[in-house]
């Protein structure tokens, strides 16, 4: 896994273009089977795919933190939301909350996460590839191709899959 992930960025970085090209039309003229097919893609890919091998998306990036997320969060922990707030979070950019720090503070030496019962909406849905509206998230899927393998394997099948219709 060390070795596909030490690679996964640069193969990224070569099928940027690629993919912008793709997902465009993909937004033009999603095929109204689209959702059904990721999902297909998207559990075939992790029937195969054991993502404590790898935990590069806890270990490189942070979740976005809803307020519903951080009542739950902080609740476990039996702190104030305020102080779950003080302790691990930060407003970025675009006044959303998000980690301090990554490597997730959660994220243990084994890759299991210490709230994966509680984990953030974000967590429970990365890398977003079975998603609803798939087409209308193509910036964050090509950005989750760099960080997850499973991601960028179902983008190079989706393509292939759909080459006909393009």
Excluded: W
Aim: proline share 6%; with cysteine; glycine share 2%.
């Amino acid at each position: 896994m060390e070795e596909i992930l030490k690679r996964l960025p640069e193969k990224a970085k070569d099928k940027k273009k690629e993919n912008r090209k793709f997902f465009s039309k993909l937004k033009k003229r999603p095929p109204k089977d689209l959702d059904s097919l990721m999902v297909e893609l998207h559990e075939d890919e992790f029937s195969r795919t054991d993502c404590l091998t790898c935990a590069n998306c806890c270990k490189t990036t942070g979740p976005l933190f809803t307020q519903k997320d951080i009542e739950r969060i902080s609740k476990h922990f039996r702190m104030k939301p305020g102080d779950f707030i003080d302790t691990y979070l930060r407003l970025d950019e675009e006044n959303d909350y998000v980690l301090q720090q990554v490597p997730c503070p959660f994220l243990g030496t084994d890759n299991y996460c210490s709230i994966y019962e509680k984990r953030p909406k974000a967590c429970r849905e990365y890398p977003h590839t079975d998603r609803k509206d798939f087409h209308k998230i193509s910036g964050i899927t090509i950005r989750n191709t760099a960080v997850c393998p499973a991601a960028y394997n179902i983008v190079e099948e989706m393509k292939k899959r759909l080459k006909t219709n393009f």
